[in-house]
């Protein structure tokens, strides 16, 4: 997984999260969400945006997140 703060040049920041998979020895992205940022960029707006993610659009409950998740930086 990895995620990625964008400002574009009239000021807003959008968050994208996107995973990867292996197919055929290849690795594909894929957009998991696209998200504009309300509260200012910070670390704990960003995390809860992200696990926001991943239990919306991502198929996970949170104790799949409490089990699985290793790190967030």
Same mark, same amino acid.
């Given at each position: 997984?990895?995620?990625?703060?964008? &400002?574009?040049?009239?000021?807003?920041?959008?968050?994208?999260?996107?995973?990867?998979?292996?197919?055929?020895?290849?690795?594909?992205?894929?957009?998991?969400?696209?998200?504009?940022?309300?509260?200012?960029?910070?670390?704990?707006?960003?995390?809860?945006?992200?696990?926001?993610?991943?239990?919306?659009?991502?198929?996970? &409950?949170?104790?799949?997140?409490?089990?699985?998740?290793?790190?967030?930086?």
């Amino acid at each position: 997984m990895s995620a990625n703060e964008v &400002t574009t040049i009239d000021n807003q920041s959008w968050l994208f999260v996107h995973l990867y998979i292996v197919e055929a020895w290849k690795k594909v992205p894929l957009l998991l969400n696209l998200q504009k940022v309300i509260d200012g960029g910070t670390s704990n707006t960003m995390t809860s945006m992200i696990v926001e993610s991943l239990t919306k659009f991502g198929g996970l &409950t949170e104790s799949d997140l409490a089990k699985k998740l290793v790190f967030l930086e």
